[in-house]
């Protein structure tokens, strides 16, 4: 099947783009955004800056039309998802977001209910709009870099005005292998600096947050993990202080090994987690700490 990918260049999002894009075609096409080279072996690759969803739906439009593409593959971002839905409404597409799997035989797998159970699509009306959730999908090797052409974007309704760079601290959480994360069970903002010392002793360790946490106001909300917040696959994921609400499980549905530590024996975290410990968590992150300080 004729295949698009609209990706930012960014080689994790793009490797497990290329990935996705086997279950439909040999080597699909690619609109990158960004600047710099394309790394992967594309059939044909269209490159443009502009970086705002709105501006772009109207020239993805016209491509897509003129070139048939019948699966237009993105990430599941925030931009990825500000230029899904309105390119489908725009071209009367199906659209399916937050893709963890294809079959086989080309069926789409995604969460529902909160990462309760798992739903099954398939599209019969083309084309299909398909976001995919990172992480959920191997990474190709994207050997080689394909030359591009400049995709053509007439001015779009919206103006970049200001941009504000958040201070990225470390590694980003989706890529992290271990992630600490607390929850209001923590007490305190100033409890958190435990929990970075503690990941700060992992090479891809990084610090996460549930909602609770964050609606007190003691983490920023681009730490937040879940539902309304990041999706995120560790090898090892560390919840302290946090209940295990179905929103916060829906964001780490792919986290391979759960720990939890919480002084309710009853709470929900505990049927996801493979290790536990029922006690106030005070009594066992400094203990964790100084055993990695003497490990490292
Ligand atoms: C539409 C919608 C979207 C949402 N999206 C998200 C989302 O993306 N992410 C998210 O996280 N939530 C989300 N929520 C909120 C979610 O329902 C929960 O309210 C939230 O996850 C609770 O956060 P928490 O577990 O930190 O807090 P709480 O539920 O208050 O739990 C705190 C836990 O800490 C334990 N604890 C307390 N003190 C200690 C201690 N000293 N040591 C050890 N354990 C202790 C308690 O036993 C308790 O289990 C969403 C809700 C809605 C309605």
């Not at 007439?154 to 005005?161: D, I």
Request: net charge negative; glycine share 10%; proline share 5%.
């Amino acid at each position: 099947m004729k295949t698009l990918i609209v990706e930012i260049i960014e080689p994790n999002r793009l490797g497990e783009l290329m990935t996705a894009s086997r279950k439909f075609c040999d080597q699909p096409d690619i609109v990158a955004i960004g600047t710099g080279d394309i790394p992967g072996s594309y059939h044909v690759a269209y490159q443009t800056q502009e970086c705002i969803g709105a501006n772009l739906t109207a020239s993805l439009g016209d491509l897509i039309k003129t070139n048939g593409y019948e699966i237009v593959l993105m990430s599941a971002t925030t931009l990825g998802a500000s230029i899904a839905g309105p390119l489908a409404i725009l071209l009367s597409a199906s659209i399916i977001t937050e893709a963890t799997g294809i079959t086989d035989d080309s069926m789409i797998e995604r969460p529902i209910y909160g990462g309760k159970a798992v739903a099954r699509y398939k599209a019969d009306t083309w084309p299909l709009i398909l976001t995919i959730r990172r992480k959920y999908f191997e990474k190709d090797t994207l050997n080689g870099q394909t030359s591009s052409i400049p995709l053509p974007v007439s001015a779009g309704p919206v103006k970049l005005v200001t941009e504000k760079i958040e201070k990225a601290e470390g590694v980003p959480l989706e890529d992290a292998e271990v992630i600490v994360t607390g929850g209001r069970g923590m007490g305190g903002a100033e409890n958190f600096s435990m929990l970075k010392d503690m990941a700060g002793y992992f090479p891809k360790g990084a610090v996460g947050a549930s909602r609770g946490a964050v609606d007190e106001g003691w983490v920023s909300p681009s730490l937040q993990i879940g539902q309304t917040g990041k999706i995120v696959a560790p090898s090892v994921y560390f919840a302290i202080g946090v209940s295990g609400a179905s929103q916060h499980l829906a964001g780490i549905a792919n986290a391979k090994c759960v720990v939890a530590i919480n002084k309710d024996e009853e709470a929900n975290i505990f049927k996801r987690a493979r290790f536990g410990l029922v006690c106030d968590y005070k009594n066992v992150i400094p203990e964790i700490v100084r055993a990695l300080r003497e490990e490292s």
